[in-house]
Nanobody, 117 residues
Framework: QVQLEESGGGSVQVGGSLRLSCAVSGGTDLPTVIGWYRQAPGKAREFVAQVDWDGSGVYDWLKTKGRFTISSVRDERRVYLQMDRLSPEDTATYFC??????????WGRGTQVSVSS
């Protein structure tokens, strides 16, 4: 079974940057699409971006507004989310997931991002 492990979260000030990493392991075939989602306290989990192993990314532009960049490195079996110009509204637990037909199927445990003013 596919396993996902997130890392790279932390606490930053407004305007700062973080680079999240999602390591993909297990399974017989490499999942085609990996997505990043986030869940703020008291809110539903929401889509942020997704990417395939050719690097074609899809974003929720209302949330990312050109500040986030998703990328993938097939040889590393890793997907990255570079987040710049962070704001307090970005504070959440960030999860990566295997996406099939635009639906998340398998989740990692998440990594916490906290942005303070």
């Amino acid at each position: 079974q596919v396993q996902l492990e997130e890392s790279g979260g932390g606490s930053v000030q407004v305007g700062g940057s973080l680079r999240l990493s999602c390591a993909v392991s297990g399974g017989t075939d490499l999942p085609t699409v990996i997505g990043w989602y986030r869940q703020a306290p008291g809110k539903a989990r929401e889509f942020v971006a997704q990417v395939d192993w050719d690097g074609s990314g899809v974003y929720d532009w209302l949330k990312t507004k050109g500040r986030f960049t998703i990328s993938s490195v097939r040889d590393e079996r890793r997907v990255y989310l570079q987040m710049d110009r962070l704001s307090p509204e970005d504070t959440a637990t960030y999860f990566c997931a295997v996406v099939v037909n635009n639906r998340p199927l398998f989740w990692g445990r998440g990594t916490q991002v906290s942005v303070s003013s």
